[in-house]
C-alpha cells in the first residue's frame, strides 16, 4: 500500500506540473468528418443555445427576484397565485419550440437509419475485450485488441500520446464509400462508437445491429466501446484507419495473401520451444486479462493455470475447453478465433511455463485433427 | 387485547424496545431518516473510492474489477438505500402532521416495511465479502452480464432487491392508505398540501413498477439457476428484453425520487417567499402528466440498441413532451418567488439551488431526449453529468431542505444557520465542481463505468474528483448541525417560520408522541 501511495503521489505530482503540457480543455462534441456527425453536430447546438436562452430568461426574472423581492429590501409581497393566461401561455410556447426541435431531429435519424445500398459490408464483433472485423465476401476478418501496455496502465512507464486508444490492428476502410455496419457480439452486449463518425450502436449477442458511414477524409480515428462490458471495459479501444479506396484495396489483398502464409504454418514442423515462443505472444493478448501475467487467475471467477492438475492432467481435456470454451463461465470458445498454430502453441506454452513443466505439446495439425473430431 | 393501562399510555416505549417494536410514525420516519443517512455515507464513500481512481490516468488505487463493484454499489446503495428509504421517513413523518391524521393508516406494516430495509442493505453489503466480490455489471445490471456472466453473489443481489422492493411496496400502500384514508374532515384533495400530493402519486408509481423490477430480477434468478434463457439468446431469448423490462421499472423509478422533492420544494417557496404557490391546480397537474408519461418513455434510455425507427420516434417524441410539464413547474416557482418578500435561510437556499440546479439538469434531459444527438451522449459522461444534476441538486437537494424546514419541528430546536449556510455552500459549490465538469468529458467523447480514461480527459478530471471531495467531507458537517440540534439549541417555537403554513405548524415543537388524537379543524 505504501508503494501505491507513493506512487500516486508521485503521478500527482507529475500530472500537476506537466498539466500545461498535455492541457487538453476540450469541452464540446466533435463535429465529426462525416455529413450525419455535423447534422448531429448541429443539431446539439442548436438545441444547447436554445436550452441556454430559456435558461437566461428563467434565470433572469428569478435573479432579478432574488435581488429585488427580499424581506431585507422592504419588499412587501403580493398575493397574486394564478393568472390563467401566463398559464397557458407558459405550456404553448414550449410545445412549439419542441416541434421546432422534433422536426430537424427526425429527418437525422431517417438518415441514420438508411443503411440501404453500400458499398462494403463489414461484421463487427464485440468480445470481451477486443473487436473482430470480417470483412463480408471477402473471407478476411482479424481481432483488434488494445496496444498499450499494463506498464502504462500501471503508471510503471511513461503514458503514450494515444494511452487506451491505440490498437495492433486497426479497422481499415476505403473514403468516399458507404460502408455498413453489421454488429454483433460473442458474449455480452459491448458498444461500438468511433465519436467522429457519430456511429454509436450496441453489439448485441444473438442479434445483428446495422449501422454506417461514409468518410470522406483519410485519417485515422479512435474510439472506444461504450457499454459496460465487464473487467476490462475500459481496455478494448477502436482505431479506424480510413485510406485512399487504391490503398485499401492493395492493403485488403496484401492482408488476404498473409493470410494464407499464416494458414501454411499449420503443416510446419514444429519444436516444443518454438510453440512456447509463440504462445507466450497469444497468452499475453488472448489469456492474460483474466488467468493474469503469471497464470494466478482470480479464483473462483477466473481459475489459476499455475499448477492446474485438471489441466495438465489431461491434454484433451485443456484443447477442449481452449477450442468449444465453457459455457456459462467468461471462458470463449477460442476454437475459431485463433489459428490452429495459435491454438497449439498457447496449449503447449501454458502447459510449459507459468510455473508449470509437463514437457509435452500439442502440434498444429493434432488441434486441427482434434476440431475435425468433433464435427 | 384493549386494557385501560395502554390508553392511558402515552409516551414511547423505554429502551431498544422502542424502535423494534414501535409503531409510531414519528419514531419509524426518524429510523427511516438515520437509516438513509448511513447508507448516503457508504454510498457517498464508495463513490470516493471512484473518483479518487479517476483523480488521475491508470490504475493506482483498485483494479478495474472492483472499480466495478464500486460503481454498481454506489449506485444501488444511493438509489434504494438512501434516497428511496428518505423520502418515505419524510412522509412517515410528515404526511400524518400535514393531513392532519393521528398516525399512518398501517401502523405495524409501517414498523415492517422498515425493518426489512437493514436485513436487505446488510445481506447486499456482505456481497463485497464473497468470494468473487459484489455485483459488478452497474446499477442497471444488463444481462447477459449480469446473469451469464454475473459474479456468485448475483443471487444475493437479487434476494436484496426483493426484499427492499417488498419494504417499498409496504410503505407505498402504507402512504396511499394513510393520504385518501386519514385526511382531517374538510380536507378535499385539492386543499391537500404538495408534498402530499406530490407522496401520493409517487406510491402509485411505485406499486406500478416495484413488482416490475422484482420479475426482472426473478427472470434473472431463474436464468443463472434454473435453466430458462429469458435473456440468453442461445436459448432463445433476447438480451433486449432485460432493457425493455428494467427500464419500463428504471424510468418511473427516477420520478419516484424526484417528485417528492418536487413536493418538498412547493412547501418551502412560498412560506419563504411569504406569499402563496403560484398554479397550485396547475402543479397537481403536471405532477400527474409527468407520472403518466413516465410509463411511455423507457426506451429513451436504450436510442443505441437498434429499436426501429418508428420506436425511435415514439419514444423522443413522448420524452421531449416531458420537458412541458417539468416547465411548467419551474415557471411556477419562479412566479412564486416572484413580488415576494424573501429571506434566505437554508432550507429556502437549498430549494433556489434545486429550482437552478434541476433546471439544468432538465436542459441536459431535454437534450439527450434528441435521439440523434444521443447516439453521441449516450453511456458518456454527459448522462452521468445529467442524472446526477437531478438527483444530487434535486433529490439530495431536496431531503436536505426538507429536513432544515422541519427539523426545528422534530427536536423542538433551532439548528444552526450560520453552519447550514455552510453546509449549503460548500455542498453547492462542491456538487457543481464534481458534476459540471462531467458534461464537458461526456462531450468530449468519455465513456463512463471505466476505471482508466486517455490522456485528453486529464484536467476535467481532476478537478471533479476535487469537487467530489469537497462535496463528500461537507457532509459530514451535516451530520454535525443535526446531532447539535438534536442535542439542544434555541428553542423552537410551534410555527418556526413566518410564512409557513399547513397543520404541522399547529402542534408544538417538538410534536408529541401522539398528535391529532382528534382530528383539526380545516378552515
Redesign the interface.
Known sequence: MGV?VR??MA??AI?LLS?PA?????????PGVTAVSN??FN??MT??WI?VV??VI??A??FW??FA????RG????????NTT??IL??VV??LI?VG??IP??S???K??DTEASDLDIMITGY?WRWRYDYIGEDYGFFSSMSTSWD????RTE?G?????EVDNPLVIPAGKKVRFLMTAN???H?W?V?AF?????T????I??AWTRVDKPGIYR?????????????MPIVVKVVPPDEYNDWLEAQKEAAARERELTSKDWSLAELVERGQRVYAAQCVACHGAEGRG????FPALRGNERMLGDLQWHLGVLVNGVR???MQAYGDQLSEVDLAAVVTFTRNALGNNQGDMVTPLEVRDFKNAQQ | MGSHAQDHHHGPAKGISRWLFTTNHKDIGSMYLIFSFAMFLIGGAMAMVIRAELFQPGLQIVEPNFFNQMTTMHGLIMVFGAVMPAFVGLANWMLPLMVGAPDMALPRMNNWSFWLLPAAFLMLLSTLFMPGGAPNFGWTFYAPLSTTYGPPSTTFFIFAVHIMGVSSIMGAINVIATILNMRAPGMTLMKMPLFVWTWLITAFLLIAVMPVLAGVVTMMLMDIHFGTSFFDAAGGGDPVLFQHIFWFFGHPEVYIMILPAFGVVSQIIPAFARKPLFGYASMVYAVGAIAILSFLVWAHHMFTVGIPLFGQLFFMYATMLIAVPTGVKVFNWVATMFRGSMTFEAPMLFSVAFVILFTIGGFSGLMLAIAPADFQYHDTYFVVAHFHYVLVPGAIFGIYAAVYYWLPKWTGHMYDEVLAKTHFWMSFVGMNLAFFPMHFLGLAGMPRRIPDYALQFSNFNMISSIGAFMFGLTQLLFLFIVVKCALGGPKAPAKPWEGAEGLEWEVDSPAPYHTFSTPPEIK
Open positions: 501505491q506512487q500516486a503521478g500527482l500530472s498539466a498535455m492541457a487538453d480543455w476540450t469541452m464540446n462534441m466533435t447534422e448531429i443539431l446539439h438545441i444547447l436550452c430559456i435558461g428563467v434565470f426574472v428569478m427576484s432574488i423581492h427580499r424581506k431585507s419588499a412587501k409581497p403580493a398575493n397574486f397565485h394564478e401566463v398559464e407558459w405550456t414550449p410545445i419542441l426541435m422534433a431531429a427526425t437525422t435519424l431517417v441514420m437509419y470481451q502504462e496502465i500501471y503508471n503514458k500520446e494515444n494511452y487506451l486508444l458474449d455480452v452486449i458498444s462508437w465519436p457519430a456511429v454509436k450502436k450496441d448485441i449477442p444473438g442479434f445491429n446495422e474510439g472506444q466501446c461504450a457499454e459496460l462490458c465487464g473487467k476490462d471495459h475500459a481496455f482470480n479464483p473462483p471467477i456459462g463461465t467468461a
